[in-house]
Structure formats: structure tokens, C-alpha cells
């Protein structure tokens, strides 16, 4: 199955820490969404490329990989030490795809916000990690670490 092939390579490169390899894997006008990004065409490889250079210590499984001609889903499991704070974190992911002509058109990933959080944040990850409050705190300082990114 060519979109079988498509995760797994996606996911080879995100062990290798290869952001270019896995932006080529989304279309042009691909979407992204997780607990803490929403993303869009260019910014969604831009993303990756960004979280691959910056992780240092990243480490990433991947298992249970599913496509047909239209969707396919893994499992994915990271860890690295959280920029902001240092903490280590491993994060437990289910990924969703959607594909057209061999390439990722829409890609989901699903995981425990507030679990990320107590790792991620410490204390204030465990006491606010459950609000939204801190969930859209969390997601604007993304948005804005990716705008950072994109002006170098």
C-alpha cells in the first residue's frame, strides 16, 4: 500500500530527525492538528522541521501502522526534554491521515493534554494542565515559537 509506505517513511524520518523528508510527505494545501498546533499548508512542515532541529535528545517509536487508498492511522511514542523547562516528557500518540495521490492531505494526532502537561510543566502542568486556560496559553506560545522559526 503506497500510503502504508508514505507513514512509515514519514516516520522513519522523524526518528532521523530528517523534517524535510517529512514535509514532503504532506500536499501543498495539507492540514495539522494536535492538542497544542492547528496548522496549514507550508506551516505544517515548517513545524516538524522545527521540532527535528531542536530536538536534541528526541526519540521516536512508531507501531501499528494502517493505510488504505483514502486514511491510515499509527501509533507514536516521543521523547526529548521540553525547551522551556528542561523536563523530560514521553508522549503517547494515536495518529490519524487522510491521503490524496500518495501524499498527506489531513493529519491528526491525538494525545493526553494534561498528561504532556505534568511532564512538560511540572507543577503548574499537573494543577492547570486539565484548563483551557493553559491549553491556550500553551498553543500561543507555539504559534508564536513557529513564527520565530520561520523568520530565521
Known amino acids: 500500500m503506497p500510503n502504508q509506505d508514505t507513514i512509515n517513511r514519514f516516520y522513519r524520518a522523524f526518528q532521523e530527525r530528517d523534517g524535510a523528508t517529512m514535509s514532503a510527505c504532506y500536499a501543498p494545501d495539507a492540514t495539522f492538528r494536535d492538542p497544542v498546533f492547528e496548522l496549514s499548508g507550508d ?15 528526541l526519540r521516536v517509536e512508531f507501531s501499528n501502522v494502517v493505510a488504505d487508498e483514502n486514511a491510515g492511522s499509527a ?41 504532556w502537561s505534568r511532564q512538560a510543566l511540572g507543577p503548574a502542568g499537573l494543577l492547570l494542565g486539565w484548563t483551557p486556560m493553559l491549553r491556550a496559553k500553551v498553543r500561543k506560545q507555539a504559534a508564536d515559537g513557529l513564527d520565530a522559526y520561520a523568520k530565521k
Open 75 to 115: 501509533d507514536w511514542q516521543a521523547w526529548y526534554s521540553f525547551s522551556k523547562t528542561g523536563r523530560k516528557v514521553h508522549n503517547v500518540i494515536r495518529a490519524r491521515f487522510r491521503f490524496r495521490g500518495g501524499l498527506i492531505v489531513d493529519h491528526v494526532d491525538d494525545f493526553d493534554f494534561w498528561r
Open 43 to 57: 506551516r505544517v512542515g515548517l513545524m516538524w522541521r522545527m521540532l527535528t532541529e531542536r530536538g536534541k535528545d
